[in-house]
């Protein structure tokens, strides 16, 4: 990891998880209409996901804790004509926003985070995603083989963390790619999670 969130997007190489379009778990999702209504890109980065929300319509908000990742997000919306809300913030603290969602998106934040903060991540998303509104989280598998990159997390860890108060309704084989600047491996086994917030 990092030393700091802006750290990664300020060096001459790209982050790891910095490809520069969207995961391919994503464009699939919204091509089936998926991401639709007031999305959350939670951990948006350089926001290539929101971008992709708002580029098909939904009202999209990415949050980052780093201010340069906002920064770059704000610019490639102003360069591809797309509006799309950014702000720097903790997505552990999301109620901050004082914001509802329909929709929320997770890529490669879940499994930046320890045991305890998972606990306070899942109760901040449940802060301002709205009863029966659907979080689709894509995270490192546990089936990814060594451990360059991020934690890897299993199906079981996903549905502990998220228990009381979420329906998981799908947690499906994927791939997470990957910029190979820092890692040896050009795409990841990952979850595609899709959990909704019971009504
Ligand atoms: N979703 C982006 C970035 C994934 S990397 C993408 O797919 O490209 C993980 C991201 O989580 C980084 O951008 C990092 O700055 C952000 N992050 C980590 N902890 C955070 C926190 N507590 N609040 C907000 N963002 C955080």
Same mark, same amino acid.
């Given at each position: 990891?990092?030393?700091?969130?802006?750290?990664?997007?300020?060096?001459?190489?790209?982050?790891?998880?910095?490809?520069?379009?969207?995961?391919?778990?994503?464009?699939?999702?919204?091509?089936?209409?998926?991401?639709?209504?007031?999305v959350l890109d939670s951990g948006?980065?350089?926001?290539?996901?929101? $971008? $992709?929300?708002?580029?098909?319509?939904?009202?999209?908000?990415?949050?980052?804790?780093?201010?340069?990742?906002?920064? $770059?997000?704000?610019?490639?919306?102003?360069?591809?004509? $797309?509006?799309a809300r950014f702000e720097t913030?903790?997505?552990?603290?999301?109620?901050?926003?004082?914001?509802?969602?329909?929709?929320?998106?997770?890529?490669?934040?879940?499994?930046?985070?320890?045991?305890?903060?998972?606990?306070?991540?899942?109760?901040?998303?449940?802060?301002?995603?709205?009863?029966?509104?659907?979080?689709?989280?894509?995270?490192?598998?546990?089936?990814?083989?060594?451990?360059?990159?991020?934690?890897?997390?299993?199906?079981?860890?996903?549905?502990?963390?998220?228990?009381?108060?979420?329906?998981?309704?799908?947690?499906?084989?994927?791939?997470?790619?990957?910029?190979?600047?820092?890692?040896?491996?050009?795409?990841?086994?990952?979850?595609?999670?899709?959990?909704?917030?019971?009504?």
């Amino acid at each position: 990891m990092p030393r700091s969130w802006d750290d990664a997007y300020t060096g001459d190489r790209a982050p790891p998880w910095e490809i520069g379009r969207p995961q391919p778990a994503f464009v699939r999702l919204a091509d089936q209409g998926l991401l639709a209504g007031r999305v959350l890109d939670s951990g948006c980065g350089t926001g290539e996901h929101t $971008l $992709l929300a708002a580029a098909r319509g939904a009202e999209a908000t990415g949050i980052d804790v780093s201010a340069r990742a906002i920064e $770059l997000a704000r610019a490639k919306a102003a360069g591809r004509g $797309l509006a799309a809300r950014f702000e720097t913030g903790d997505v552990l603290r999301l109620g901050d926003l004082g914001l509802t969602f329909d929709t929320v998106i997770d890529s490669g934040v879940f499994h930046v985070f320890s045991d305890e903060d998972r606990i306070r991540y899942v109760a901040s998303l449940a802060s301002v995603l709205r009863p029966g509104g659907r979080c689709y989280l894509i995270c490192f598998s546990d089936r990814q083989p060594g451990d360059a990159g991020p934690r890897r997390v299993s199906q079981d860890e996903l549905r502990a963390a998220f228990g009381d108060g979420w329906a998981i309704a799908s947690i499906e084989a994927e791939t997470f790619e990957i910029n190979r600047a820092m890692l040896d491996f050009a795409s990841a086994q990952a979850w595609l999670a899709a959990i909704d917030r019971r009504a």
